[in-house]
């Protein structure tokens, strides 16, 4: 019997042993000697990263300039609860709201481009923007960043939580993250999904069965841009700032070696495990030496060398080594969990 | 009127003339050949008459629609499909998700974001029963890229025709193809001839002259000659051209 058509279970395991994995964080992160904050930046750049995959990993579309996205998300986020109102809803969606206007206006010149000239022209509008934040000062705080961003109290109209406290803060952002991998999950598994994965794979052929490549390019990066600048409202939240060095070409390097080095061009997880490796390496090599960098981007480079699928690529590697090993007929071979 | 028709196709890239005066038509429900050697403009004629170049000059109808100079998409969507001389798959998909996301079932289901991809049992149908048409049903969860050359060939096929198209360009299907793989899928042109309208572009005279109702000669971006397979026979223009060989 073929397994055409079979639907894709919207719950998998991977999915809820992440979840559950980073709900438990905050019970022993400060045991192994490190501290609240950086699980908070962890999620929330797992979450940047993910929404940054849909882009490079799932439509093939390079693209070097997402921090703007991001960045936008955090000022729009700050420029609200000054501006307008003070609400924690009402400011996240006013985030995502203008970055996923930011991103429908490049993409509404960057669609009709492929390859290297999609990516350059994604750097110079990343700088166009970085370049607009600096020099904006009457909106954005120019180099000083917009200061003293409330970390606003997640109300349900029955309950209101405060999240001015690392924990409390950590799991507000675990169920944005929830939110957004579950989305990201069912798009990419929808028909617009597979349309941009077949649109990845070939353009060309694409376009002669009848699909408008550009609109679904356009559409894959406003929802990428979109919930990018939600992490970017989150990492607003979690600074109680927001400055223009997210928004800067390196900014928006990280973010591409997360992705990689975690494996996002073959696992939907790839960019979360990447954060996570950034965000320790930084801090575990860090203590060491101030050159952190340089051993992680000589990590990167051997694994771009050796191993493009990133850890992710290994892991899943390692894991099919061990099932060829195991007894007959007790390791089915199973989809992969990660695509 | 015919089905297809171009009327007096111009093209040129920079100082060199590739079409020159190209009318041609294709009757509906018949199987039409377009044969020349090598750079004659064969293929460049198959990319303008389904939207890849605008011609400079000149007119393509299709079902009495004047569709000159519109995108490949749109005319894909009236219902012209095409394969391609260098065989263009989805090559991380399926051989079923190949087909599948060419029916017009799936893009018409393109705005849904959150839904299952493929779950329609009608969808699962339509795309097997159009791999077994090809003879590939038995491979359906294979990946495209592990299939034989000859298999990527039927394959290649079975997309254009999910698009379930009126007409089908056939660019070079045989192409790389050994005797064994030119009989098999001629077996499966023979089996579509009548179904749809079909055009094939072909340098392999057997096989055209065997399957074709009506064949156009093009040479130096023109048509020399046009006819039935017999009335070529009988042409001196063909017979003193290098296309000589067929007899």
Redesign the interface.
């Known amino acids: 019997m073929?397994?055409?058509?079979r639907?894709?279970p919207t719950f998998t395991t991977a999915m809820l042993a992440s979840w559950l994995f980073f709900a438990s964080v905050p019970l022993w992160i400060e045991r192994v000697g490190l501290y609240q904050y950086l699980g908070v930046e962890i999620l929330i750049f797992a979450t940047y990263a993910l929404a940054f995959n849909l882009v490079l990993g799932h439509a093939g579309l390079p693209s070097f300039g997402h921090g703007a996205f991001f960045g936008i998300g955090a000022y729009a986020f700050g420029l609200a609860q000054f501006n307008v109102v003070a609400n924690l809803w009402l400011c996240l969606a006013a985030a995502t709201l203008a970055a996923a206007l930011s991103g429908a206006l490049v993409a509404a010149f960057i669609s009709h481009r492929r390859g290297i000239y999609y990516a350059l022209m994604t750097i110079a509008f990343g700088q166009i923007f970085w370049f607009i934040a600096i020099k904006a000062h009457a909106i954005t705080g120019g180099e000083d960043g917009l200061l003293k961003i409330a970390r606003l109290p997640a109300s349900l109209g029955v309950a209101a939580f405060d999240l001015k406290d690392n924990v409390a803060l950590y799991y507000f952002v675990l169920v944005v993250f929830m939110g957004v991998s579950l989305?990201l999950w069912?798009?990419v598994?929808?028909?617009?999904?597979?349309?941009v994965?077949?649109i990845k794979?070939?353009e060309?052929?694409a376009?002669?069965?009848?699909?408008?490549?550009w609109r679904?390019k356009a559409a894959v990066l406003v929802?990428s841009a979109a919930l990018s600048g939600l992490a970017g409202a989150l990492f607003a939240m979690a600074q109680t700032s927001a400055f223009p060095d997210v928004m800067s070409l390196h900014y928006s390097g990280y973010v591409v070696m997360m992705t990689l080095v975690g494996g996002g061009l073959v696992s939907f997880w790839g960019p979360v495990i990447g954060a996570g490796a950034f965000f320790l390496a930084r801090d575990v090599i860090g203590a060491l030496t101030t050159g952190w960098m340089l051993w992680f981007g000589l990590l990167f480079v051997v694994l771009v060398l050796f191993k493009p699928e990133g850890l992710a690529g290994m892991f899943a590697s390692l894991t099919k080594r061990e099932r060829k090993t195991a007894p007959a007929g007790a390791g089915r071979a199973q989809p992969q969990a990660g695509e | 009127m015919a089905l297809f028709e171009a009327h007096d196709l111009h093209l040129r890239f920079g100082d060199r003339v590739v079409l020159e005066n190209v009318s041609l038509a294709f009757e509906a429900g018949k199987l039409s050949g377009i044969m020349g050697p090598n750079g004659a403009g064969k293929t460049t004629c198959f990319n303008v008459l389904t939207g890849r170049y605008k011609p400079d000059r000149g007119r393509v109808l299709f079902d009495g629609q004047d569709i000159t100079g519109r995108s490949p998409q749109a005319i894909a969507r009236l219902g012209v499909a095409r394969s391609f001389q260098l065989m263009t798959l989805f090559d991380e998909f399926t051989v079923f998700e190949n087909v599948a996301i060419a029916l017009p079932a799936t893009r018409q289901r393109g705005r849904d974001g959150l839904g299952q991809a493929y779950a329609e049992p009608a969808l699962v149908t339509e795309a097997l029963d159009i791999l077994d048409r090809v003879g590939l049903a038995d491979r359906a969860d294979a990946e495209a890229k592990s299939l034989s050359y000859g298999a990527r060939r039927a394959l290649e096929i079975a997309v254009a025709l999910a698009c379930r198209p009126k007409l089908l360009f056939l660019d070079e299907p045989t192409a790389g193809l050994g005797s064994d793989g030119r009989a098999r899928l001629a077996d499966l042109v023979r089996k579509l001839k009548g179904l749809l309208t079909i055009v094939i572009i072909e340098h392999d005279m057997q096989f055209l002259f065997s399957l074709a109702d009506t064949i156009s000669v093009i040479h130096w971006g023109q048509v020399i000659a046009q006819g039935t397979p017999a009335e070529l026979r009988a042409n001196p223009w063909v017979e003193t051209s290098n296309l000589g060989r067929l007899n």
């Open positions: 073929t397994q055409a058509g639907p894709v989305l069912r798009l598994h929808s028909p617009f999904g597979r349309i994965k077949a794979q070939n060309t052929r376009r002669f069965v009848g699909y408008d490549v679904y929802i």
